[in-house]
């Protein structure tokens, strides 16, 4: 309720007596996931039009129970527990999914999914990715930097299906500013994007390598079962 900075954790006390089952921030906001699968977003909005000192209630999706929500560069996704995915706020690069560039100032189901069951979405900077229940990858959004995974840098504005990793039955998959994550069911990291400063953890790729436009096995992890794992703007970190 204050736009003054807050140095040390002080509870939501809007959201007390309701049980928050998942958080994300995005440039200048925050959203929160209910139990009862309903989003509640605060700060700056998904389009980035107005503010909001508390957190405010999603209407637009009070008909569909969501489980989970990624917050982006003034964009948002989330997937419903009928795994339905849904995007909204700008449209910079198609990073929405719905086949242009068009913002959207209201939640719109990616339809180009419909048919797949998601389980998982991640927010990068201009591009996204998604984890279906039968661990396939599909991203959309800017390709410059080989975010995408499909072998080249081209902008997709409709979720493509990653076919590195269509046998490697991926469980959770993570964007970073301009790289992307995949974890494996057997718990191998493959990465992929941007490259430098060794955010992808590479260390035997040529060092003057900026790209890679198809995800590659990060060797460094093979002896470890990694579990869980995330992506910030310019580095990776897993449990």
């Given at each position: 309720g204050k736009c003054t900075n807050?140095?040390?954790?002080?509870?939501?006390?809007?959201l007390a007596g309701k049980v928050i089952v998942d958080v994300a921030c995005g440039y200048k906001y925050t959203c929160a996931v209910t139990s009862t699968g309903s989003i509640y977003t605060w700060g700056s909005d998904g389009c980035g039009c107005s503010n909001k000192l508390l957190p405010t209630l999603l209407p637009d999706l009070s008909s569909k129970v969501v489980i989970s929500v990624s917050g982006g560069y003034r964009f948002t996704a989330c997937v419903t527990k009928a795994g339905e995915v849904f995007t909204w706020g700008h449209g910079y690069y198609g990073r929405l999914g719905h086949g242009?560039?068009?913002?959207?100032?209201?939640?719109?189901?990616?339809?180009?999914?419909?048919?797949?069951?998601?389980?998982?979405?991640?927010?990068?900077?201009?591009?996204?990715?998604?984890?279906?229940?039968?661990?396939?990858?599909?991203?959309?959004?800017?390709g410059e930097n080989g975010q995408l995974g499909h072998g080249e840098k081209d902008n997709v504005s409709s979720p493509a299906l990653v076919h590195a990793l269509e046998d490697k039955n991926i469980t959770q998959v993570q964007c970073g500013w301009y790289h992307s994550m995949a974890l494996t069911s057997s718990g191998y990291v493959f990465t992929w994007g941007y490259a430098e400063n060794g955010r992808l953890g590479h260390d035997s790729i040529n060092s003057e390598l900026k790209y890679l436009t198809i995800p590659c096995l990060v060797e460094g992890l093979r002896e470890h079962n990694v579990v869980q794992m995330t992506g910030g703007p310019y580095h990776c970190v897993v449990i």
């Open positions: 807050q140095l040390t954790p002080e509870k939501v006390e809007a242009d560039e068009r913002n959207q100032e209201t939640p719109k189901r990616v339809d180009a999914l419909v048919g797949v069951n998601a389980k998982e979405v991640s927010c990068g900077l201009y591009h996204t990715a998604v984890c279906t229940e039968d661990g396939h990858v599909y991203t959309f959004g800017l």
